[in-house]
């Protein structure tokens, strides 16, 4: 009897195991969903727009990448730095991302993919400022000001490196460098890739020698003890490096124009909306391409086209020029998606890998750019039909041409703010 109640023993455990997978890739392909843990406060690689709460960034696109490649769906799971590996314990996700710098304290815990990214600490500071920081030396003084982000390497590092300045824990890592435009702290110390980018978003502040930071650290996916899962993401993430498809995701989202949580008055805001909406434009492209889908869908724009220029006339912008307006951005947005295909007829190309979803991924993105754009031409309407203010306008536009990745598309989607219809339409 005892060795029949073994093996009975034996066999329900055998069954257990085979009714649950043994490992974390198992277990996800049964469930059908990645569970992505992700920050919401680091550009350039996660943000979350406060408009339609949509993840954005680098590594957010690349978990929507690595989900499309598994076969499975994304799971978001909102997390933070101070209670990353917190989450991490509780087993609330599979993978986290976000630009999380490989650490040894936190490898005590958990396992690290391959490194995507090199990186290292560098100062950020007002541009006035830029010989007075230097080197740590000049930074860690009693009379300084540093502000930091509370629960990551930043604040480690700045605890560690500069215990002799005046350190001020700033708990919004998205308006932290606001702090430094306005005098309120003297500098903040973070990884090289966020002050290049915080330097282009905000013209007073700049990176101190950001091509040679203070210290050398990785970006990683953070991942559970589980070597067969961690197997499967470093041959993902390896053939995407190896492939362009990470450079490709970086340095999209390092020339993002990020204007979705700015304000929408002058210039700036307005081109920087249309230029996001042609940056997406490639991958549009790519998508149409593999699927041999056409460039263009005439009804469909008609429609839009419509539907905005009603909008924009309930809002005080004649219906006639938004029309227009909305018009140039379609057709912009098409010549960009010809220009490639006619790039790509000529290279012989073949179907692309790793291309977000048409009707999932990019079109959710365009959808919320365009009551953006609207609101945009709503608020500015008053300035934009003012012929005295026409020449402001129109050289705004006109300088950000040179710089523009596709020259004649962004030409074409500007000309309504340099070809003065919206003077006209405003006597």
Known sequence: MKTIALLLSALLLSCAARAEPANRLDQILARGSVRVAITSDYKPFSYRDPAGGAYEGSDAELAGMLARSLGVKLEWVA????TLMDDFADNKFDIAVGGISISLERQKRALFSIPYLRDGKTPITRCENLARFQSLEQIDRPEVRLVVNPGGTNERFARANASHARLA????????????????????????????LQQRLRPQLCAVHPEAPF?????????????????????WLHQSIENGSVRRVQDKWLAWPWSKGAALAGPDALLALMDERLALMPDVARYK??????????PRERLIIAALARQAAEAGVPAAWAESFFKAQIEAAKTVQRDLFERWRQQKAGRFE??????????????????????????????????????????????????AAWGAAAAQATAPLTDGSASASGR
């Not at 990785?218 to 041959?235: N, S, Y």
């Open 169 to 196: 824990v700033h708990p919004d890592n998205v308006t932290i460098f606001d702090e430094i435009v306005a005098g309120r702290a003297d500098l903040m110390i973070t990884d090289a890739v966020e002050a290049r």
């Open 354 to 403: 790793q291309v977000p979803d048409l009707a999932r991924e990019l079109r959710p993105r365009l959808d919320a750019l365009t009551p953006l754009l609207l609101k945009a031409l709503t608020q500015n309407w008053a300035a934009l039909s003012d012929p005295a203010q026409r020449a402001q306008w129109s050289a705004a536009a006109q300088a950000r041409l040179p710089a």
């Open 215 to 235: 210290d050398f650290s990785e970006k990683a996916f953070l991942l559970p003890r589980d070597v067969i899962w961690k197997a499967w993401v470093d041959q």
């Open 79 to 82: 997390t933070s730095w101070p």
């Open 289 to 298: 391409w593999n699927s041999q889908a056409a460039v263009e869908d005439l």
